[in-house]
């Protein structure tokens, strides 16, 4: 080895030194030792295996959950002179077996993969062969069941040290609890792993929990305090369209990013967003890892996210320029119960996923025994109209059958295109003289598309939308022009939601063979829901104490800049046992709003929203019609 890590980082990066643990952790892989290194989102987690990678000779192959991610670290790899490649999207075996000969004989120094890869022979025969110097696994948490992120595919990972088992292998994560990392260790066979934990401790962040009636308004209010770029995250994608219009209408420039987005729609929101055009993102939280944004000064939670480390890492993309930054979760009164019903009310069980499964066979009519080959356009609302599935509990449902290779699933809007030439070659030609406008559409078809003329074919719109110079919707205008004309046939389905069967239809037999670790699932799910509850409740010791605790971290002394520490920004103050008199012997009356009962009271509106909260989630008050309290 010629250069020291400190000359490639230099070389490739131009950074003068590592920070926190790199440096260690990049010792002990070249030293020929596993590792685990948990750094946080921000941390300079791919420099800890590119670096070795680079230092060595051979591959380094790299496992990684996000084609977006991998697209951008392949991309920033080659912009640096590296040679980087992924096995990602939608890859036939001709155009694998081509790719990985490019690997083999290219000198590349790094293949990223999706953990699905590692479940096909063309690709294991491969990388059985290549020269390995580092085996990275990245977002390694999602091969725990107690990860928040846990994907079924990644139990496949361990195959690598099977196939290159004097190979160093680097497991990467952001967030990670004891029950994690002892998963992480013993499911990727990992030996005696030397583990680097940098501190997840963010000073510059204030943690808040605010109580609210109304929440919009609470949030115009934080924007106007906070300047500077924001993220707002809600959990629904009809949510990013109502909020951000609302911002809008107030003056406040707002985007809206879920993960039913065109690929370009994405790009250009994040483009908005990231450039500044667009001060606020409202999204989802498919607007996640891979977002990188320095300046973020504020991020608000208009609805209670699932675990802790959903809020962790959401939470943590504000202030990583190291400046002050505001996390603020907006709660309404009948939040946490409705959250805990969501959350839990719509898990499936083994029975819901088997009826899920079979509605979405019969959907495709997919005989028993049999398994369709291609991607699908799903409308999914029309999906559970069809057979009165309830929403939420069908997308979980699907969600877990994605998880556990029975189906790929995407969510993003899809358009499949099918065209075939119906007229004869001499009429098409006729046809131009007239119409010259087409000639290029029809030349790119023609040229692209063998057999156009013969077979139904598969097309890419896209594709020939850029090979013709025109707009993808200038295109699609043009094709169905052309039909109308009689001089193709042509088929568009349209979804939002993309499926891919992976395994024949097999009804029980596909559903039981998982059917214990559901149960599992279950478990681990109640429990990080109370988890998340119980943060929210808590308004008696530092937020920031309270996070870092749950990861396994300890603080010295409290923050000193969160609700719990301000006392004048906390969601109550005690006693609060007059005032649970008073909002009874008000309901008793009737049922009321909350509007109506604080006008029967001379309290703060955080305290009596809070109390209502309380008593909500006791079970000592129900939230009727009309948003109306009444005694249970």
Known sequence: ??????????????????????????????????????????????????????LEPGLCIVVSPLLALMEDQVTDLNARGIRALSLSGKLSKQDVTRLLDNVEFGKYKFLYLSPERLQQEVVLERLKKLSVNLIA???????????????????????????HPDIPVIALTATGTTEVLGDIERLLTLEKPAIYRDSVYRSNIAYRVLLAEDKRFRLQR?????????????????????VSKFLKAKGITAGAYHGGLSASDKSKEFKNWKSGKTRVMVATNAFGMGIDKSDVRLVVHLDIPETLEHYFQEAGRAGRDGDPALATLIMGPADLKRAGEYYLGNLPTVKDLLLVYRKLNSYFKIAYGERLEDYYPLNFAAFCNTYSLAIPLAFNALEILDRQGVISLSQQFWQKSMIRFVCSKSTLWDYLKTYPMFQGTIQTLL??????????????????????????SALLDQVRQLEKDGIIHLQIAEGDLQIRFLVPREDEKTIYAFAKEVEQRLKIKKKKVGEMAAYLQNDTRCRQLQLLSYFGEKLKKPCGICDVCMPELSIKEKPLGMLREKILDSLNEGPKTSRELLEDSDLPENQTLYCLQNLLYDGTLLLGAENKYRIA
């Open 1 to 54: 080895m010629d250069k020291t890590p400190e000359d490639v980082l230099k070389q490739f990066w131009g950074y003068p030194g590592f920070r926190g643990s790199q440096a260690r952790i990049i010792e002990t892989i070249v030293n020929g030792r596993d590792a685990i290194a948990l750094l946080p989102t921000g941390g300079g987690k791919s420099l800890c295996y590119q670096v070795p990678g680079l």
């Open 137 to 163: 696994i990245d977002e390694a948490h999602c091969i725990s069941q107690w990860g928040f992120d846990f994907r079924p595919a990644y139990l496949h990972c361990s195959v690598l040290r099977d196939l």
């Open 222 to 242: 934080l924007l106007h305090r906070t300047p500077g770029s924001a993220i707002v995250y809600v959990s629904t994608r009809r949510a990013t369209a109502v």
């Open 447 to 472: 040229r692209t598309y063998g057999g156009i003329f013969d077979f139904e074919t598969p097309v890419n719109l896209a594709s020939v939308a850029r090979k013709s110079g025109i707009p993808e």
